[in-house]
């Protein structure tokens, strides 16, 4: 069974920073592209990034690029996100999401699976 796992979300003042984690499991092979998505109340999910685990390219949306990195430990199976200088705008549940295909972009074609999101709340 295909597992996502995300961990460390929480709140942060802004200009802070916070790493979120995606440990996979069950996955049968490194194919697979990662993206993170994020919803905040009342607003549309959106692609924040996206990583190639077995090419290593990324995407990112151009509200977030320059301020997070994603970055992938296949020896670990776990996607990072590392946000920094974060801004309230950035408070919304963040999701990881996988699909066996390359990133569309920020995003992903047809999310096969999801993770069960983590709350990240950044404070003005």
């Known amino acids: 069974e295909v597992q996502l796992v995300e961990s460390g979300g929480g709140l942060v003042q802004a200009g802070g920073s916070l790493r979120l984690s995606c440990t996979a499991s069950?996955?049968?092979?490194?194919?697979?592209?990662i993206a993170w998505f994020r919803q905040a109340p009342g607003m549309q999910r959106e692609g924040v990034s996206c990583?190639?685990?077995?090419?290593?390219?990324?995407n990112y949306a151009s509200s977030v690029k320059g301020r997070f990195t994603v970055s992938s430990d296949n020896a670990k199976n776990t996607v990072y996100l590392q946000m920094t200088n974060l801004k309230p705008e950035d408070t919304a549940v963040y999701y990881c999401?996988?699909?066996?295909?390359?990133?569309?972009?920020?995003?992903?074609?047809?999310?096969?699976?999801w993770g069960q999101g983590t709350p990240v709340t950044v404070s003005s």
């Open positions: 069950g996955f049968p092979s490194d194919d697979y592209a």
């Open positions: 999401a996988a699909e066996r295909a390359p990133c569309l972009g920020a995003s992903l074609r047809y999310v096969e699976h």
């Open positions: 990583i190639s685990r077995s090419e290593g390219r990324t």
